[in-house]
């Protein structure tokens, strides 16, 4: 199961980190992805954290967002910063690749200019 959480209402400029908590489901050996899908459109890759820490960014997340994991609280991080209208959506973990059946609810992020 997984758990995102943080998202919330913020002006543009602004910064939100968000959370994914894992339970039930291998974590240390696997990698993990942030993804995003807002209003009408597919939902997108945001970045990707491997194993050994290797990180990816899609390109309307580099220098603005960073990925980070702890393996002993199961729990994988997406700070962002510099926050844009066009960031909002509803933003979800899931393994990398992604796996359908774990997508959760997700965390809605909602940026205001």
């Known amino acids: 199961q997984l758990q995102a959480s943080g998202g919330g209402l913020v002006q543009a400029g602004g910064s939100l980190r968000l959370s994914c908590a894992a339970s039930?489901?291998?974590?240390?050996?696997?990698?993990w992805g942030w993804y995003r899908q807002a209003p009408g459109k597919q939902r997108e890759l945001v970045a990707t954290i491997t194993s050994n820490a290797d990180i990816h960014y899609a390109g309307s997340a580099k220098g603005r967002f960073t990925i980070s994991r702890d393996n002993v609280k199961r729990t994988v991080y997406l700070q962002m910063n510099s926050l844009k209208p066009e960031d909002t959506a509803v933003y979800y973990c899931n393994k990398n690749p992604p796996i359908d059946a774990s997508w959760g609810q997700g965390t809605q992020v909602t940026v205001s200019s």
């Open positions: 039930g489901t291998i974590f240390r050996f696997v990698a």
